[in-house]
Structures are given as C-alpha cells and as structure tokens.
C-alpha cells in the first residue's frame, strides 16, 4: 500500500459525457502528478500539481483538467469524452528530496463506451 | 530528445531462472534513474533508485546497475519466481527545477512460467 488512494476504481461512462477522478496524496506529500496508461502503452504524464499550484504539464488534452485542493487532495476532470479516453489513470504524489521518489495510487480505470 | 529505451519488449523465462532488463537513455541533464514493477491493473511500485554517483543497488532478488557514462542502466532478477510476472519499467528523472518531471520508457513485461 502506497499511502495513496484513488476513486473510483472503475468507472465506466458514454461518450461526450463528463466524469471526476479523485486522488489522495500520501500524508505529508505536497506534489500531486496525474497520469494516463492507455491500453498496452507506457505511463504519458498529464500533469503535477504542487501545494494548490500547477507546475507542470504533459500531454494532457484540454478537454482534460486538474485542481488540487487546500486539503492537498486532487481531483482530474475528464470531458467530451471519447473512446480513445479509456485508460487506466493513476496519481503519483511526492515530496521534494534528493530522489523526489514518486509513489503510485492503484488507478482509476475509466471504461468510454 | 529525451528518451528511454528498454529491451527485450518481453520476456519469458522458467521458474528459478535468472534474467536481465536493459534500459538506454538519452536524458539530460540527468538526476536519477529509477525501476517500477507494475503488476497488470495495478500502479508502479519502486524497486529501485539510483543517482549519478551510484553504481549499483539491490532490492532483494532485484539488483539494478548505472553505467552514467554510456548511459545504460540494468535489472537483474535472480531465482525468478511466478510473482515476478509483471511490466518491468525504467524511469529517468530530469532537473528541471522542482518539477520532477519523469521519462518513462515502454517497458518490459516478463512472464515466469512453472
């Protein structure tokens, strides 16, 4: 267990529908980074919120969006879905230090039917 | 550009058996090197991180190797076991400020056969 949780774990939806992805960072972690893992494809980083502030984005659609809250929690939202969007998405948090490690959630996968 | 390259693409192997992953990179400037096991569904556990200065370091049946030089790093597995059957992936981290932005390679999936 990595300390950090992710809702739902599956989540399956319609096309052009909109759907919210949620992320708690590990206790003390300030950074929150989001990625997406399509189907037999590497992990493509979206983007890294740290402490409330985005500071870093991927190849993330804008279509896509993310906040992270004061209580530090993250959510990632979807829209305009499209088949292409099925995945599985997964949060990493962090804090800052000579590895700056990265510890995964166990995923969200988002089924577009 | 920034890439990391693994090799095989996958891998099967018996039992007992041990084996090596491979993984090449071209990222600069460099910060560290790190190897995720990822079981299928599942996110990526750590299994190792090594920075420039270090050139080997073992987790377990998991040894991992740097050579920052020719800029390849390997994963030895020893005495394979059937909980090894998983998507093996090198992650390079580049300094760009505090980002901690990462370079993920394909990865590799092994399978352990009885």
């Known amino acids: 267990d990595s300390g950090v949780t992710q809702t739902p774990k599956h989540l399956i939806t319609a096309t052009g529908q909109r759907v919210t992805l949620r992320c708690s960072p590990r206790?003390?972690?300030?950074?929150v980074y989001w990625y997406q893992q399509s189907l037999d494809q590497g992990l493509q980083f979206l983007i890294q919120?740290?402490?409330?502030?985005?500071?870093a984005k991927g190849n993330i659609l804008e279509r896509f969006s993310a906040q992270q809250f004061p209580d530090l929690h993250s959510e990632l939202n979807l829209s305009s879905l499209e088949l292409g969007d099925s995945a599985l998405y997964f949060c990493?948090?962090?804090?800052?230090?000579?590895?700056?490690?990265?510890?995964f959630g166990p995923g969200t996968r988002l089924t577009v039917l | 550009k920034n890439q990391v390259e693994q090799s095989p693409q996958s891998l099967i192997i018996l039992e007992g058996k041990n084996c090596t992953l491979q993984c090449n990179y071209t990222v600069s400037p460099f910060s560290n090197l790190r190897w995720y096991k990822q079981d299928t569904g599942r996110g990526p556990v750590s299994l190792t991180i090594?920075?420039?200065?270090?050139n080997t370091k073992s987790n377990g049946r998991y040894t991992a190797t740097l050579d920052a030089d020719t800029k390849q790093s390997s994963l030895h597995i020893t005495a394979s076991q059937l909980s090894d059957s998983a998507s093996y992936i090198c992650?390079?981290?580049?300094?760009?400020?505090?980002?901690?932005?990462?370079?993920f390679g394909q990865g590799t999936t092994l399978q352990v056969k009885p």
């Open positions: 090594m920075t420039f200065s270090e």
């Open positions: 992650v390079v981290s580049a300094i760009y400020s505090n980002t901690g932005k990462l370079i």
């Open positions: 919120y740290y402490n409330g502030e985005e500071r």
């Open positions: 990493a948090s962090s804090t800052p230090g000579l590895y700056n490690e990265q510890f």
């Open positions: 206790s003390g972690d300030l950074s």
